[in-house]
């Protein structure tokens, strides 16, 4: 049973250009949605946790400014912008916060740079 | 800020064998330690989790953990080439969830 669905799952991405990703949630019993990045050189990182709709932050980082946002308890959207070079994003889902319940994570959405 | 470092960078075993991996932490405060696997092409999948110094089991895994030596490891019993993929180590430091991974073992069984 797939709990996240992320789309796009890839795209290709003028250099100066934003994109805007979502994540779905397939079953409301693990509403702590998270997103992640991981680099080419498959650096994972922590950029959001997101736990209530509305909730909404932003981070800037070598190589891409992020925009996360709860949507609604089923939808989780990024946008990233001025991404420098390539990178995977993953949006996660667990029944409580990091550490104290099974993670589970989507299929991913590849970006690259044009 | 939280150094998460790993060990080795790569590894070949041959099938049926005992594989160690290691992790290091420089936070004394970190409370929650995790493992993840990603085969080649594929999310990240967690695999195990513990908050407490010891050692915890699941099949052929096993998690121990020294926070006093700001260490802990993952060791595959009986290891199947279907273990080949990408070991992460992950940990957050006291209060905040928010992990910090380690760049990965880059782990190859052979039959």
């Known amino acids: 049973v797939t709990l996240l669905e992320q789309n796009p799952r890839w795209r290709l991405v003028p250099r100066g250009q934003a994109v805007n990703l979502r994540c779905i949630l397939k079953n409301s019993q693990y509403p702590w949605m998270s997103w992640y990045q991981q680099d080419l050189q498959k650096q994972l990182q922590w950029l959001f946790t997101?736990?209530?709709?509305?909730?909404?932050?932003v981070k800037s980082l070598p190589g891409a400014d992020y925009l996360a946002t709860r949507v609604t308890d089923t939808e989780l959207r990024l946008q990233v912008a001025n991404m420098s070079q390539g990178r995977t994003l993953y949006c996660t889902c667990?029944?409580?916060?990091?550490?104290?319940?099974?993670?589970?994570f989507g299929p991913g959405t590849r970006l690259l740079v044009l | 800020q939280q150094k998460v470092q790993q060990s080795p960078e790569s590894l070949i075993v041959p099938e049926g064998a005992m594989t160690s991996l290691n992790c290091t932490f420089s936070?004394?405060?970190?409370?929650?330690f995790a493992w993840y696997r990603q085969h080649s092409g594929k999310a990240p999948k967690a695999l195990m989790s513990?908050?407490?110094?010891g050692e915890k089991e699941e099949g052929r895994f096993t998690i121990h953990l020294n926070k006093a030596s700001l260490h802990f490891s993952l060791h595959i019993r009986d290891s199947q080439p279907s273990d080949s993929a990408l070991y992460l180590c992950?940990?957050?430091?006291?209060?905040?969830?928010?992990?910090?991974f380690g760049k990965g073992t880059s782990l190859v069984v052979h039959p």
């Open positions: 997101l736990r209530s709709p509305g909730d909404k932050e």
């Open positions: 992950a940990v957050t430091s006291g209060g905040n969830y928010k992990p910090t």
């Open positions: 667990s029944g409580e916060g990091w550490g104290r319940d099974t993670q589970y």
């Open positions: 936070d004394s405060a970190s409370q929650y």
């Open positions: 513990i908050f407490s110094n």
